[in-house]
């Protein structure tokens, strides 16, 4: 899937390339056409001019020959039956008409010749733009269609690369068995066949520790407190060991020997069970400890247990530390 999902990331760049480039070549031929026209503009609107004073110049030389016929009827009819003067002043008003419509006639024909000249120069620029533009259209409809040539054939490309993809994939699939690979989860995973034991209450008095004498970074009185505390206590258990380990025929305790808290109470330490070879362990749970002679533990710590306490609370060692921990906590390497 992975595969895939990067053949389709090239494929979108190559896709975004294209388009680039299909977006620079219309925007050249957009600064090409602006160029055509603006020159088909300017020659449109010289045009455009020059036809209006062509109409207003041919007005102006109709209107003088109108003047002018009428002023020749008039010169005519005054000098079949008016007076000498009359027909002077008619003759003169005809001859100014006259004059007048001639100018006018050579102003409308100027006109007209400049208003060819201009159309002739607008015609040729027209087919000019023209064929610049059909020019345009044709790269327009060539470049459109090899770029839809080229996308359609990335397409195709791409659907038989994803096809050979899923091929691998189905392929794959085929051979997996759910069984297995739960199987194989389990066994790579698992922590264990039993679950965790419950955590018990456990008196504070009611906790035997025996460490080795050679061990400094024990504390050897804390056992034997503990065990005191539990004959003041009432603890079945630590009555019936210091019951067994004191000797009948022991004798009383001397005076200089009753200064203690618990010199009143002739006790001998029983022998705790033998030390155990130091060996791997790691924590399963974190812990904190509520006592001074616990230790302090966090979930995956490597520990080595020196003692392992038929109460739950193992003696273990770490960094160079000692003290108890509850003995479910741990797994064994």
């Known amino acids: 899937m992975e595969d895939v999902g990067s053949s389709h990331i090239q494929l979108a760049l190559a896709l975004r390339d294209e388009l680039r480039s299909l977006e620079d070549f219309r925007e050249r031929q957009k600064e090409q056409r602006k160029k055509y026209e603006a020159v088909m503009d300017r020659v449109q609107k010289s045009k455009l001019s020059l036809y209006k004073k062509a109409m207003e110049s041919k007005k102006a030389y109709e209107q003088k020959c109108r003047d002018s016929d009428d002023a020749e009827l008039a010169f005519e009819r005054i000098s079949a039956n008016g007076q000498q003067k009359q ?9 100014q008409c006259k004059d007048s419509a001639i100018e006018a006639e050579r ?3 100027q006109h007209i010749q400049q208003l060819e000249k201009v159309r002739a120069e607008w015609e040729q620029e027209h087919r000019t733009t023209c064929e610049a533009f059909q020019l345009q259209e044709f790269d327009r409809l060539t470049i459109l269609r090899n770029a839809m040539w080229v996308h359609c ?3 195709s490309m791409q659907c038989v690369k994803d096809d050979e993809f899923y091929e691998e994939v189905r392929v794959t699939l085929e051979g997996c068995s759910i069984e297995a690979d739960i199987e194989s989860f389990i066994q790579a995973k698992s922590t264990g066949t039993e679950p ?7 008196n504070y008095y009611d906790r035997e520790v025996t460490l080795s004498s050679s061990s400094p970074a024990a504390h050897p009185s804390c056992g034997v407190i503990k065990r005191f505390s539990g004959l003041l206590h009432g603890s079945p258990k630590t009555l019936l060991l210091a019951a067994s380990a004191a000797p009948t025929d022991a004798p009383p305790p001397s005076p200089s020997r009753n200064e203690g808290v618990y ?3 002739a006790v001998q330490e029983a022998p705790g069970p033998p030390m155990l070879p130091a060996q791997g362990y790691r924590a399963l749970y974190d812990y904190r400890a509520q006592n001074s002679d616990e230790l302090d533990i966090s979930a995956g710590d490597i520990l080595e247990v020196i003692l392992e306490g038929e109460d739950g609370w193992w003696t273990v060692e770490q960094n160079g530390q000692r003290g108890f921990v509850p003995g479910s906590y741990l797994e064994k390497l």
Do not use: G
């Open 87 to 95: 027909v002077e002043k008619s003759q003169n008003k005809a001859k």
């Open 107 to 109: 102003v409308y024909r």
């Open 153 to 155: 054939n990335q397409l």
């Open 196 to 202: 965790p034991a419950p955590l018990l209450y456990q």
């Open 263 to 265: 010199a009143a109470i």
